[in-house]
């Protein structure tokens, strides 16, 4: 039922869209159901994308690729759980958000200026060398310390991407938006 409902809305926004002559595509974050971003839910003027996907926008090539690990994924899941104990679905977390380094997929792309992806690589902003900011710290004193360790990882995973696609690619800009807040990071 949800997802019939989650169609219907959908559709609804590509109409929206449609009538403003917008296309818009979108990448999954990691509090979006993965299977949404399969390919298959495309609308007219809605696209979720799959990651990896590379459109064409006024000649430009674009990289997109979603996911993201979740701080918030303990509360998440145990809310996920407790439903559970009343035989009640309500997805709240999904094991496969995160990010996902496709070594292969980036190789073969060629021609990209831009790259959207939902988290950024390390060199980045925010600058987690000197530990995490207050509200990461809060899920690890909450119980999740794999946290202190994925994290870094992740970042660095991005990173990998971004030294791939440099081989066959000018990257020009890259865009996310993960951690809420516009910042500007110039890189060599």
Same mark, same amino acid.
């Given at each position: 039922?949800?997802?019939?409902?989650?169609?219907? =809305?959908?559709?609804? @926004?590509?109409?929206?869209?449609?009538?403003?002559?917008?296309?818009?595509?979108?990448?999954? *974050?990691?509090?979006?159901?993965?299977?949404?971003?399969?390919?298959?839910?495309? !609308?007219? =003027?809605?696209?979720?994308?799959?990651?990896?996907?590379?459109?064409?926008?006024?000649? %430009? %090539?674009?990289?997109? #690729?979603? *996911?993201?690990?979740?701080?918030?994924?303990?509360?998440?899941?145990?809310?996920?759980?407790?439903?559970?104990?009343?035989?009640?679905?309500?997805?709240?977390?999904?094991?496969?958000?995160? !990010?996902?380094?496709?070594?292969?997929?980036?190789?073969?792309?060629?021609?990209?200026?831009?790259?959207?992806?939902?988290?950024?690589?390390?060199?980045?902003?925010?600058? =987690?060398?000197?530990? +995490? *900011?207050?509200? #990461?710290?809060? +899920?690890?004193?909450?119980?999740?310390?794999?946290?202190?360790?994925?994290?870094?990882?992740?970042?660095?995973?991005?990173?990998?991407?971004?030294?791939?696609?440099?081989?066959?690619? @000018?990257i020009e800009k890259w865009f996310y938006g993960h951690f809420h807040r516009t910042e500007l990071t110039k890189k060599d």
């Open positions: 039922i949800e997802k019939n409902q989650d169609r219907k =809305n959908a559709e609804a @926004v590509s109409e929206r869209l449609k009538a403003l002559n917008i296309m818009m595509y979108v990448i999954r *974050g990691n509090h979006d159901n993965p299977d949404y971003f399969d390919g298959s839910w495309e !609308f007219s =003027n809605l696209k979720l994308v799959k990651d990896y996907t590379v459109i064409t926008v006024d000649g %430009d %090539d674009i990289l997109l #690729v979603g *996911g993201a690990l979740s701080i918030d994924r303990k509360p998440r899941l145990a809310e996920m759980m407790e439903y559970a104990k009343y035989g009640k679905d309500r997805e709240s977390y999904w094991y496969d958000e995160n !990010f996902v380094l496709d070594k292969e997929r980036a190789h073969e792309i060629k021609g990209c200026r831009y790259v959207i992806t939902h988290t950024s690589p390390d060199f980045c902003w925010p600058d =987690n060398k000197k530990g +995490f *900011g207050p509200l #990461v710290e809060h +899920f690890i004193l909450l119980g999740d310390k794999k946290l202190r360790d994925e994290l870094p990882v992740e970042r660095r995973n991005l990173t990998k991407l971004y030294n791939i696609l440099k081989e066959n690619n @000018v």
